[in-house]
């Protein structure tokens, strides 16, 4: 953990710096955590409702950070979570089934006026989806942010051993899907 | 990275940026909306009390649900219990029993009552109780005197 961070979680414990800490903590993580989401759940509102949640349980659980893992690696967990609570708790209420979430996905994306991709991005996003759900978390953070493996088996709780092989998995159904609907 | 080249060649291919894009200014009002969102949290989950009283609750509690669970578990099964009642009939029983025969026994004078005995002594022998010597003796010096056991004796 670097000294920046550590000095950090510091202010963050000790109340009388919690909240000029804890604006520090958001202004440098916000991005990171709502790019993060965002590709999980493809639609800006949706996203936007899950970072705030991240934050408010990030506040309410500072003095539980019990420094095992790094800041980074805390944070990520918090807001992968986050996110996948909400994917299940809109499969409960549009009583999908429980993989089954990538129509509603399909609709956010392709109803979300801040998506910006060409054709060939859409069609990316569409062999994502077909995607079970861990495989899709793991490429999504492999190829896009291109998170180490080492990190990824903290932040998922999973060993590096699984995570490559649902990545590698991942790259060859994407692969395929793309060279189908060419 | 060279792996995916090789095994997937269209991905490979693709640009990595994610293609979504944030409305104006998101990011710089992301943190007085979330400062709105905390606030209104807080006023509705206001933070636990710290002292004494936070620790004391689940025992608090729990000694509360075992006096709960003795006045509507225990309490009634005692009060109902077939041996509790068997319990107040030996008693009332014996009461009457001593009642009844108390005026009976004073009645009775000491000449009836050592004949009494005797014949109780005698049928213990008859059906095999036999009394040894020193109890013999220890019932005599309790109950004759030496009078009446030299008459007794003489006759």
């Known amino acids: ?17 919690r909240d000029r800490a804890f604006n520090q903590l958001v202004k440098t993580y916000q991005e990171r955590l709502y790019w993060h989401i965002r590709k999980i759940l493809l639609n800006h509102d949706d996203t936007d409702d899950v970072l705030q949640n991240t934050f408010v349980k990030i506040w309410k659980n500072i003095e ?23 994917l ?5 209420r549009s009583l999908l089934p429980l993989n089954d979430v990538s129509d509603y996905l399909m609709e956010n994306l392709t109803s979300d006026p801040y998506f910006n991709g060409d054709e060939l991005q859409l069609k990316l996003q569409k062999a994502i989806l ?9 490429f ?6 291109e998170i180490k493996y080492e990190e990824m088996s903290k932040i998922l709780d999973t060993s590096v051993g699984a995570l490559k092989a649902s990545y590698h998995h991942a790259a060859k159904k994407v692969e395929e899907y793309i060279k189908k609907s060419d | 990275m ?15 940026e994610p293609p979504f894009n944030v409305p104006e200014n998101y990011f710089g009002d992301f943190s007085g909306r979330l400062h709105a969102k905390l606030e209104s949290e807080t006023n509705i989950y206001p933070k ?46 014996q009461e009457i029993e001593m009642d009844t025969y108390m005026p009976s026994l004073e009645r009775i004078d000491e000449n009836s009552f050592f004949t009494l005995m005797m014949e109780t002594i005698t049928g213990a022998e ?19 005197s030496d009078y009446e056991l030299y008459m007794h004796t003489e006759n």
């Not at chain 2, 709960?68 to 008693?91: G, Q, R």
Request: without cysteine.
């Open chain 1, 1 to 17: 953990m670097d000294e920046t961070n550590r000095d950090l979680i510091t202010s963050l414990k000790q109340e009388n710096t």
């Open chain 1, 64 to 86: 539980n950070f019990r420094e095992e893992s790094s800041l980074y690696t805390w944070l990520y967990r918090i807001a992968t979570n986050e996110a996948i609570t909400f």
């Open chain 1, 88 to 92: 299940n708790s809109r499969k409960r």
């Open chain 1, 130 to 138: 077909q995607l079970p759900e861990k495989q899709r978390l793991v």
């Open chain 1, 140 to 145: 999504n953070m492999r190829y896009f942010d």
């Open chain 2, 2 to 16: 060279d792996e995916l080249k090789n095994n997937t060649p269209e991905l490979s291919k693709m640009k990595k």
């Open chain 2, 48 to 93: 636990e009390k710290k002292g004494i009283i936070r620790y004391l609750k689940p025992a608090l509690g729990m000694a509360a649900s075992f006096a709960l669970i003795f006045m509507l578990v225990y309490w009634p099964i005692k009060s109902f219990l077939p041996d509790y009642m068997a319990e107040t009939n030996t008693v009332i029983e």
């Open chain 2, 126 to 144: 008859e059906t095999g109780e036999e009394l040894n010597d020193e109890e013999l003796l220890n019932y005599l010096s309790a109950n004759v």
